[in-house]
């Protein structure tokens, strides 16, 4: 018995920037992108919000709205009632609102009038950390004695989306030519049959060197000064507390995306082999028994490397960044959808998803299709 995957779904905005046109804003070449990430295009949201982007998603994951042409977007046993989704966990760090979250908001556009929604932050490894909080809910609350007086959940809907193009620097040609936006969706159920989720692993390492920042709204404009009075026009001295109890400098807080690329990758190329390890670990599986590793779509290279150092074929992971870039917490479950639409997953197949991102997160799950 288990969490299982039964919907799948991707949304990516209409317009498509190539690497070229890049070179209209950053000193940058299409060449350049292409050898250091595998990168030739990505999509930008200029009329599509984040809300929008996820209710695509999770409608074609719940079989509730038809597949683009291109047949790669969508895959779905059967279409699910909408009033039976009993959780809605929405993994993103640019969601439209603060309040409502985007999970709420995607409870109501969609009608899921049974669910409880919440919204988690997790940057990049926030459809992992998604899955596997459901994976947990479901599981306790199915572990239940008939008659408890908990509520009961026994399918969710996680979504992944991200805009990071409206908390992009793009006059920073380190980080710019790397994003992209979207969303991605599943639908998953507690199976008394079935394995599902065999095995998870999520941690959080501490990032000392401020590797991967962007301030939030918060950062500023408290009208107060510490003794209580009112600060009018003057500058904010909460500001320079908040970065010192951030041990931020104060450079690194502005409300774009800062990465120091190459720590970032050094992170990240460990955390995806230690993710691997740990799931194979815990589940008593070999790498083996895995008929695809389905990894965060940052970089083609952090893969490669990966694959090298746990001496594995290319063949053996899904590489799917190309058109999207890196979508942030959309990365996984648009890989995810583009697999199994495509026939890449088939029932039965044991697939280990594993991401990482700020933070520093990083997570693994371990399921059987
Ligand atoms: O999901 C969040 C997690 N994020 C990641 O996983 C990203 C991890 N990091 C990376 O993927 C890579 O570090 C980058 C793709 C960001 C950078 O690749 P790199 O091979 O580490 O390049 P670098 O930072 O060592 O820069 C090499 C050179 C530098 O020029 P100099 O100092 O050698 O003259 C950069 O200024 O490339 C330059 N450069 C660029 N040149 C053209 C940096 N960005 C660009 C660019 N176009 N866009």
């Given at each position: 018995?288990?969490?299982?995957?039964?919907?799948?779904?991707?949304?990516?905005?209409?317009?498509?920037?190539?690497?070229?046109?890049?070179?209209?804003?950053?000193?940058?070449?299409?060449?350049?992108?292409?050898?250091?990430?595998?990168?030739?295009?990505?999509?930008?949201?200029?009329?599509?919000?984040t809300l929008?982007?996820a209710?695509?998603?999770?409608?074609?994951?719940?079989?509730?709205?038809?597949?683009?042409?291109?047949?790669?977007?969508?895959?779905?046993?059967?279409?699910?009632?909408?009033?039976?989704?009993?959780?809605v966990?929405c993994a993103t760090?640019s969601a439209d609102t603060?309040?409502p979250s985007a999970a709420a908001s995607i409870?109501?556009?969609?009608?899921?009038?049974?669910?409880?929604a919440f919204d988690?932050?997790?940057?990049?490894?926030?459809?992992?950390?998604?899955?596997?909080?459901?994976?947990?809910?479901?599981?306790?609350?199915?572990?239940?004695?008939?008659?408890?007086?908990?509520?009961?959940?026994?399918?969710?809907?996680?979504v992944?989306v991200?805009?990071?193009?409206?908390?992009?620097?793009?006059?920073?040609?380190?980080?710019?030519?790397?994003?992209?936006?979207?969303?991605?969706?599943?639908?998953?159920?507690?199976?008394?049959?079935?394995?599902?989720?065999?095995?998870?692993?999520?941690?959080?390492?501490?990032?000392?060197?401020?590797?991967?920042?962007?301030?939030?709204?918060?950062?500023?404009?408290?009208?107060?000064?510490?003794?209580?009075?009112?600060?009018?026009?003057?500058?904010?001295?909460?500001?320079?507390?908040?970065?010192?109890?951030?041990?931020?400098?104060?450079?690194?807080?502005?409300?774009?995306?800062?990465?120091?690329?190459?720590?970032?990758?050094?992170?990240?190329?460990?955390?995806?082999?230690?993710?691997?390890?740990?799931?194979?670990?815990?589940?008593?599986?070999?790498?083996?028994?895995?008929?695809?590793?389905?990894?965060?779509?940052?970089?083609?290279?952090?893969?490669?490397?990966?694959?090298?150092?746990?001496?594995?074929?290319?063949?053996?992971?899904?590489?799917?960044?190309?058109?999207?870039?890196?979508?942030?917490?959309?990365?996984?479950?648009?890989?995810?959808?583009?697999?199994?639409?495509?026939?890449?997953?088939?029932?039965?197949?044991?697939?280990?998803?594993?991401?990482?991102?700020?933070?520093?997160?990083?997570?693994?799950?371990?399921?059987?299709?």
């Amino acid at each position: 018995m288990g969490t299982r995957l039964v919907g799948l779904g991707k949304a990516l905005p209409k317009l498509e920037i190539e690497n070229d046109a890049l070179q209209a804003l950053v000193d940058t070449n299409d060449e350049w992108i292409f050898q250091r990430t595998g990168i030739r295009s990505r999509h930008v949201a200029v009329s599509e919000s984040t809300l929008e982007l996820a209710c695509d998603a999770a409608a074609l994951a719940l079989g509730s709205a038809a597949s683009a042409s291109d047949g790669e977007s969508a895959w779905c046993e059967e279409p699910i009632d909408p009033a039976s989704i009993d959780l809605v966990i929405c993994a993103t760090l640019s969601a439209d609102t603060l309040i409502p979250s985007a999970a709420a908001s995607i409870k109501r556009v969609l009608g899921l009038e049974n669910a409880v929604a919440f919204d988690l932050n997790a940057a990049c490894s926030g459809f992992i950390y998604g899955l596997s909080v459901a994976d947990s809910m479901l599981a306790a609350s199915c572990a239940l004695p008939e008659g408890a007086a908990k509520q009961t959940m026994r399918r969710a809907l996680v979504v992944g989306v991200d805009r990071l193009s409206r908390i992009l620097d793009w006059q920073d040609r380190s980080t710019c030519v790397l994003f992209g936006d979207g969303a991605g969706a599943a639908v998953v159920e507690w199976d008394a049959e079935a394995p599902g989720i065999i095995a998870t692993c999520l941690k959080t390492i501490d990032d000392t060197k401020n590797t991967l920042t962007c301030a939030s709204i918060f950062a500023s404009n408290t009208p107060f000064d510490e003794q209580g009075k009112l600060l009018g026009d003057a500058e904010d001295p909460s500001y320079a507390t908040l970065c010192e109890s951030l041990e931020v400098e104060p450079e690194l807080m502005k409300s774009t995306v800062h990465m120091a690329g190459q720590s970032v990758f050094r992170f990240a190329s460990r955390a995806l082999c230690s993710g691997i390890e740990a799931v194979l670990e815990q589940s008593g599986l070999t790498i083996d028994d895995i008929a695809l590793i389905v990894p965060h779509q940052a970089n083609e290279r952090i893969i490669r490397y990966a694959a090298k150092r746990l001496d594995l074929d290319m063949d053996r992971f899904l590489v799917s960044l190309a058109h999207t870039g890196n979508t942030s917490a959309a990365s996984v479950p648009i890989a995810l959808a583009e697999a199994y639409a495509s026939g890449k997953i088939k029932k039965g197949d044991k697939i280990i998803a594993v991401a990482f991102g700020a933070g520093l997160t990083y997570g693994a799950l371990l399921f059987e299709a």
